[in-house]
């Protein structure tokens, strides 16, 4: 949390994520935003993240596939649109971000009339501190930008371990906390709440710490950083 802020003025994630401007505006500039951090972009983003899944996932008709923190179904679709897996699921805490993400997948022709033999694909809301699914049922899990979203880290990152199969792969990006020291910097200062509502990662070593806290081993964690402060995770239960 930012300092020098009033009580009332703090904004919790869940709050900023919870509002329809938010989603409305997600893909319409917010998210381009990103590339500032050295994000590469959805396109590569989506590739490099089923490069990844491919030895676990591809080709698997009873694959499992999570998007999980969604948003506005920015890598859902693109995930399901390859139909290299069984089933994708999109999921968010957020109901607007979900309306959004249904929104955009209706008015794709391609994602709106699925056909047999195409990847299943589903909207779920929930909680990622407390995923609704049975253990060792995950073939591959995403979070793209999305961890320093997380109001309790430890128990997202035990949820993702715990729904990955043996050998299942998680791959997320996010931040490291110099991208939001300087959009204050570039705000005289000031934090809006775009700023107040995340998780700050002073460092790799941080994040690896987290992943191996949840049961991740540290020799099948990777974690490197695009830019100057995008960071990829791969890891594999």
Not at 88 to 109: K, P, T
Not at 115 to 120: A, E, F, L, V
Not at 124 to 135: A, K, Q
Request: proline share 4%.
């Amino acid at each position: 949390k930012a300092t020098g802020l009033a009580e009332d003025d703090y904004v919790p994630m869940r709050d900023l994520f919870t509002n329809p401007s938010v989603s409305f505006a997600y893909e319409r500039g917010w998210r381009q935003g990103f590339a500032a951090a050295g994000f590469p972009g959805p396109d590569k983003e989506a590739e490099m993240v089923m490069d990844y899944f491919a030895p676990v996932a591809e080709g698997k008709e009873a694959s499992t596939v999570v998007d999980m923190s969604c948003a506005t179904g920015l890598f859902t679709r693109r995930l399901a649109k390859s139909n290299k897996y069984g089933r994708v699921f999109g999921c968010d805490y957020s109901d607007s971000m979900l309306q959004e993400a249904r929104r955009r997948i209706n008015a794709d022709s391609e994602l709106r009339e699925r056909k047999s033999g195409q990847t299943r694909l589903d909207l779920v809301r929930l909680d990622v501190g407390n995923i609704p699914m049975r253990s060792d049922s995950v073939d591959a899990l995403h979070a793209g930008a999305a961890m320093h979203c997380w109001p309790d880290l430890d128990s997202a990152l035990s949820e993702i371990y715990r729904v990955l199969k043996p050998g299942g792969r998680y791959f997320a990006t996010t931040f490291l906390a110099q991208y939001f020291r300087g959009l204050q910097a570039s705000e005289n200062g000031q934090s809006g709440p775009d700023i107040q509502a995340f998780q700050y990662f002073g460092s790799t070593d941080e994040l690896k710490d987290m992943l191996v806290k949840a049961g991740f081993e540290e020799d099948k964690v990777s974690i490197e950083v695009l830019g100057t402060a995008c960071v990829v995770i791969k890891a594999e239960k």
